[in-house]
């Protein structure tokens, strides 16, 4: 059993910042990946960033040079440190995992943007 908690979501002004963090807790061997998505509404749930074991990152176009995705194989947490946030950015945020071949998703976070 993996749960998936988050936290760090909330409302912030356009241009603000805001940071979340994600600690997987249960049988976890080490995640080969963790990251975050994000759903608006109306829209498709998409990735935002993603950080393998390795440490190796892959970005969403539209968050590059904004986000920074970071993660503390100990601890089994993840970070997303989200600077210069747009209204754009307003979704919810839901942490992911993939432990043992098995994908594992958080409650979800949101994340308000005002303009």
């Known amino acids: 059993q993996v749960q998936l908690v988050e936290s760090g979501g909330g409302l912030v002004q356009a241009g603000g910042s805001l940071r979340l963090s994600c600690s997987a807790f249960g049988t976890v061997f080490g995640a080969s990946a963790m990251g975050w998505y994000r759903q608006a509404p109306g829209k498709q749930r998409e990735l935002v960033a993603n950080?393998?074991?390795?440490?190796?990152?892959d970005y969403a176009d539209s968050v590059k040079g904004r986000f920074t995705i970071s993660r503390d194989n100990v601890k089994n947490t993840v970070t997303l440190q989200m600077n210069s946030l747009k209204p754009e950015d307003t979704a919810v945020y839901y942490c992911?995992?993939?432990?043992?071949?098995?994908?594992?998703w958080g409650q979800g976070t949101q994340v308000t943007v005002s303009s």
């Open positions: 950080i393998r074991s390795g440490g190796t990152t």
């Open positions: 992911a995992a993939v432990i043992a071949g098995n994908s594992y």
